[in-house]
DNA sequence: TTCCATTTGTTCGTATGTATA
DNA sequence: GTATACATACGAACAAATGGA
């Protein structure tokens, strides 16, 4: 069951906003909004596009990471899908 | 009531750094350490003078670019008053 | 043109203190 | 007491723009 992609995080409802963010993302990346191996948006971009913490979106970045739908280089982005196999 | 020019950065009192190096940075501004139009020090060399991470030099030159007291210039620096109108 | 130093721009990594539910 | 969230700060790496040699 996969959450909508366009929710705003809710700070009333029961479910904390980092899952809540990590359910967007997911549902964004499933519906296309960025492609496999293509940065998503920078934690800077998501914390002014849902009014919150850099500290929960890195969170919910955390997530993703542990589910290996996203990954992570310091100072580029994070990128949809797994890291490249090393050489 | 303007702040003192050759204020240090306290790192315990209840004003963070970078609204105190905002606050240094006008009252140095206005006493005249930098003429309108000329750059002031880079962020590199405000780093290594007030002994605080150039994220948070950064942060105080954001709130004078916001309230137009400097402009900048990518690659040359920053700049004393608001940018030249568009030609 | 090419190269290099300087300066600002962007992005993730890590840590601390405070507040709230 | 615990988990979560937020604001702040410092660190590191690299990109982009500028200007001069």
Redesign the pocket.
Known sequence: MASNPDAE?D?EGPV?????LAEILKARIARGDWAEGR???????L?QEY?????????A?DVLVEERVVW???????YVGQPPAES
């Open positions: 995080i700070h904390t906003p980092y899952r809540q940065p998503i948006a920078s934690e800077t971009r914390v009014g919150i913490a850099r500290t929960t979106v890195r969170r970045l992570k280089v310091q100072g580029r982005g994070t």
